[in-house]
T-cell receptor, first 114, second 111 residues
Framework: EPEVTQTPSHQVTQMGQEVILRCVPI?????FYWYRQILGQKVEFLVS????????KSEIFDDQFSVERPDGSNFTLKIRSTKLEDSAMYFC????????????FGSGTQLSVL | DAKTTQPNSMESNEEEPVHLPCNHS???????IHWYRQLPSQGPEYVIH???SNVNNRMASLAIAEDRKSSTLILHRATLRDAAVYYC????????????FGKGTRLHILP
């Protein structure tokens, strides 16, 4: 079965540094998502992306966050100036359609902000 | 997103069937019922979805009540690998909806 690939699997950074989390969605998918999961908590929606623009974002996705699909295959999440509370597992997902279409999730990037 | 209600946790013995319930009394006519699961240290994984009729796939079955206000995910023969958090989620058929995860049901499988 096709897979969503995320790199790196672990990222450690200092507070205030910029990080870029990378994802390669499934090739013919059109809808892309980022989620995060703080240890022991539920999976939280961050942002959805379609047709080269953000279609929806949550309150968590503030000005420190941005997403980009730079080359038609990668989908990136950038955190401009990381905070301690950004430490979490970040999941990328992609989907081929609306409503009934299933989301495929990557295995995540564990971000640790020190 | 319409709200779903699931038990916090359930237990089952290995090799026995498991019925995971979900209530969604405010479901709308265009909402699909999706189930995902999250195995330990992994990303969420699609299990099954349906609209009105019961559905079967290689992973599970989905039984949907006639009034669509509840559904049950059925694992026919649980294995230790099925220990996970199971999420019941409603998704509008006509919208590019993000999926919103609740707390789900943590399923423990006893050997």
């Amino acid at each position: 079965e096709p897979e969503v690939t995320q790199t790196p699997s672990h990222q450690v950074t200092q507070m205030g540094q910029e990080v870029i989390l990378r994802c390669v969605p499934i090739s013919n998918h059109l809808y892309f998502y980022w989620y995060r999961q703080i240890l022991g908590q539920k999976v939280e929606f961050l942002v959805s992306f379609y047709n080269n623009e953000i279609s929806e974002k949550s309150e968590i996705f503030d000005d420190q966050f941005s997403v980009e699909r730079p080359d038609g295959s990668n989908f990136t999440l950038k955190i401009r100036s990381t905070k301690l509370e950004d430490s979490a597992m970040y999941f990328c997902a992609s989907s081929g359609g609306q409503g009934r279409a299933k989301l495929f999730f990557g295995s995540g990037t564990q971000l640790s902000v020190l | 997103d319409a709200k779903t209600t699931q038990p916090n946790s359930m237990e089952s013995n290995e090799e026995e069937p498991v019925h995971l319930p979900c209530n969604h009394s405010t479901i709308s006519g265009t909402d699909y019922i999706h189930w995902y699961r999250q195995l330990p240290s992994q990303g969420p994984e699609y299990v099954i979805h349906g609209l009105t009729s019961n559905v079967n796939n290689r992973m599970a079955s989905l039984a949907i009540a006639e009034d669509r206000k509840s559904s049950t995910l059925i694992l026919h023969r649980a294995t230790l690998r099925d220990a996970a958090v199971y999420y019941c989620i409603l998704r509008d058929a006509n919208r590019d909806d993000k999926i919103i995860f609740g707390k789900g049901t943590r399923l423990h499988i006893l050997p």
